[in-house]
């Protein structure tokens, strides 16, 4: 890997993790007290564990569709998106964040030893590098989100 290419990767690496240009998810979930997570404020059509869930599983998604040819991604809207406002306990809370840092952790790791401008042989034009990029948009935009839905909480600096 060349050093054009190294810098591609810390860069992307530093948008997926957050904290540059946006807060991270962690940041962002920081010091949310539990009975917030499952509350709609008005005009918002999701909460806030609902948020997480989708993040949990459209970056699920797209992981399994970078490394795996035979992956068949969730129908399109409604597994994305949990029907239930709040988790069923914390162990559930807990463990969605954990799948996310995971599959996180797991799509940096392949894209550090991948061609991420190669084209993917099972889809339709997708790189590793789109992948990356959709994943840290799709997160910011749900993480912005989320502050909404705090500062309408009136949990939010």
């Known amino acids: 890997m060349d050093d054009q290419h190294k810098l591609v ?19 962002a979930l920081k010091g949310l007290p539990a009975d917030h997570q499952g509350q709609k404020p008005q005009h918002m ?13 459209a970056q699920w998604d797209m992981l399994q569709f970078s490394k795996d040819a035979e992956h ?5 809207p409604e597994d994305y998106w949990p029907k239930e406002s709040a ?12 799948q996310i840092d995971n599959d996180l952790d797991e799509f940096i790791e392949l894209m550090e030893h991948i061609d991420i401008y190669q084209k993917l042989q099972h889809g339709d034009g997708q790189t590793i590098l789109r992948e990356a990029l959709q994943i840290a948009d799709h997160n910011a935009y749900h993480i912005g ?3 909404t839905i705090r500062r309408f909480l009136g949990d939010w600096k």
Do not use: F, M, N, T
């Open 9 to 27: 990767i810390e860069e992307l690496k530093k948008l997926l993790l957050g904290g540059s240009a946006h807060v991270s998810l962690h940041d």
């Open 45 to 57: 059509p999701y909460s806030i564990w609902q948020l997480v869930e989708h993040i949990r599983i």
């Open 72 to 76: 068949k991604s969730p129908r399109w």
């Open 87 to 98: 988790p069923k306990d914390d162990s559930a809370w807990e463990g969605s964040l954990l």
């Open 145 to 147: 989100e989320i502050l």
